[in-house]
């Protein structure tokens, strides 16, 4: 024949016994996931598990394996990947040469950072609407380029804008195990970190006139 017909995947594994069969599914998730640099979607993933794999239950059982790992899966808003976990992160910044890399925030960067963590994920326009004034592509990039902030999935609306979600580096810069730990506004404006409720719109502060 001039090609050879496409092996055909078993999702199945009908002829392994259970405990087998949950371990080769197990190490597929991992496979799919440790060559995808995006987020691997569930209905990618069930491609290669059978009909009756409970998917979260099989993710948490990878994720108890990887305890002790300096790497965890991490569920992100469109699917899961892998990660390193934020304590290496100054590991992995010095063996690339880039030093620390933080800087204090301006007002409008931390303010934009404050609605990405609250409201992840979330476009630009909607961060726009916000805080009452066009946030810039530049002021994104800044924080893009901090690793504070990363792409999310594409909006549902029209035209299909990038959402921004918050990264590991961002729980590593503020000292965060989740984004459930994040602190509630109320104490955010005792801090005065942000300003007072009578200011906010949606329970989130609006930026002054200060340059970004």
Not at 9 to 28: F, H, K, N, S, Y
Not at 63 to 79: D, F, H, M, N
Not at 132 to 150: C, M, P, V
Not at 186 to 197: I, N, Q, R, S, V
Request: proline letters at 6%; aromatic letters at 6%; a negative charge.
């Amino acid at each position: 024949m001039g090609s050879e017909m496409a092996e055909v995947l078993d999702t199945e594994l009908t002829e392994l016994p259970q405990a087998l069969r949950w371990r080769e599914w197990m190490a597929r998730v991992e496979a799919v996931l440790f060559a995808s640099a995006e987020p691997v979607p569930r209905a990618v993933l069930s491609r290669i598990v059978g009909r009756n794999c409970a998917l979260d239950l099989l993710m948490e059982d990878i994720a108890a394996e990887l305890s002790g790992r300096p790497y965890e899966i991490a569920r992100v808003a469109s699917g899961w990947q892998f990660r390193t976990k934020p304590r290496y992160a100054v590991a992995i910044r010095a063996a690339r040469g880039e030093g620390d890399g933080t800087r204090d925030l301006t007002q409008n960067e931390a303010l934009v950072l404050t609605i990405i963590a609250y409201l992840q994920p979330v476009t630009r326009g909607e961060i726009s609407r916000l805080t009452g004034h066009e946030t810039s592509r530049d002021l994104i990039a800044r924080l893009h380029r901090q690793s504070l902030i990363a792409r999310g999935p594409r909006s549902p609306e029209p035209g299909a804008p990038y959402t921004y979600v918050t990264t590991a580096g961002f729980l590593a810069r503020f000292g965060l195990e989740t984004l459930r730990a994040l602190p509630d506004l109320e104490a955010l404006e005792d801090a005065g970190l942000l300003k007072p409720a009578s200011s906010v719109a949606l329970d989130l502060p609006i930026a002054g006139g200060d340059a970004d």
